[in-house]
């Protein structure tokens, strides 16, 4: 079974700032779909970035990017230029197409921006 | 729709009583699956439903737990006999699996029923 860890239950910033937030992951499989979704105090869940495991090139979205380390099973997000909208919880999600057809979450990261 | 649907929004009901929550997924949307997301907790996994294919159901908690999708459209989440630890909020996603296309994972999400048991 896949299991996902998000070891920061909460992180703030300074807005303008950069955020790093952490997200590590155990898995057999080798092809596999890692994402970040925000929850803003609305309840729902947005997607905000997704990478492929067989893309070496990190994914970027726009002020998002992650840092992909298959070896090390680390999928971590970076916020550049951090703005108060960006004030929300943010899960780390894994899926295997190979296995059980479903999103397994971390715990996730409340992530405060402040001004 | 423009968006996966969820009702009612807010549910407030007393222990043992039974609770049916609706899911109306984008249409078109062959895959659904239902999240229920404790207070300060990440997402579990509920059930899935893929077109025609029998529901995975490896995450319902108890067989008080049920779910259907009729017409591979709506779905109704129905909990009977509600205990105080079933107090959550339940998301519906829905994805769209084009036939012979890898199921990339991405999931769309609805704005949750939270559901409180006194």
């Known amino acids: 079974a896949q299991t996902v860890t998000q070891s920061q239950p909460e992180m703030s910033v300074q807005e303008a700032e950069t955020v790093t937030l952490s997200c590590t992951y155990d898995?057999?499989?080798?092809?596999?779909?890692l994402f970040w979704y925000k929850q803003p105090p609305s309840r729902q869940m947005i997607l905000v970035i997704r990478?492929?495991?067989?893309?070496?090139q990190n994914a970027t979205e726009n002020r998002f990017s992650v840092n992909f380390q298959k070896a090390a099973k680390s999928f971590s997000l970076k916020i550049s230029d951090s703005q108060l909208g960006d004030t929300a919880m943010y899960f780390c999600a894994f899926f295997s197409s190979g296995s059980a057809r479903q999103l397994t979450f971390g715990s996730g990261t409340q992530l405060t921006v402040l001004p | 729709g423009a968006g996966v649907s969820q009702s009612p929004s807010n549910k407030v009901t007393e222990k043992g009583k039974d609770v049916e929550l609706r899911c109306d997924p984008i249409?078109?949307?062959?895959?659904l699956y239902w999240y229920r997301q404790s207070l300060g907790q990440g997402l579990e996994f509920l059930i899935y439903?893929?077109?025609?294919?029998?529901?995975?159901k490896s995450g319902l908690p108890s067989d008080r737990f049920s779910a259907e999708r009729t017409g591979g459209s709506v779905s109704t989440l129905t909990i009977q006999r509600t205990q105080q630890e079933d107090s959550a909020v339940y998301l519906c996603?829905?994805?769209?699996?084009?036939?012979?296309?890898?199921?990339?994972?991405?999931?769309?999400f609805g704005e949750g029923s939270r559901l409180t048991v006194l």
């Open positions: 249409s078109g949307h062959t895959a």
């Open positions: 990478q492929e495991a067989y893309k070496q």
């Open positions: 996603a829905s994805s769209l699996l084009l036939a012979g296309a890898a199921n990339t994972g991405e999931l769309f």
């Open positions: 439903f893929q077109g025609n294919s029998a529901p995975d």
């Open positions: 898995t057999s499989e080798n092809n596999y779909y």
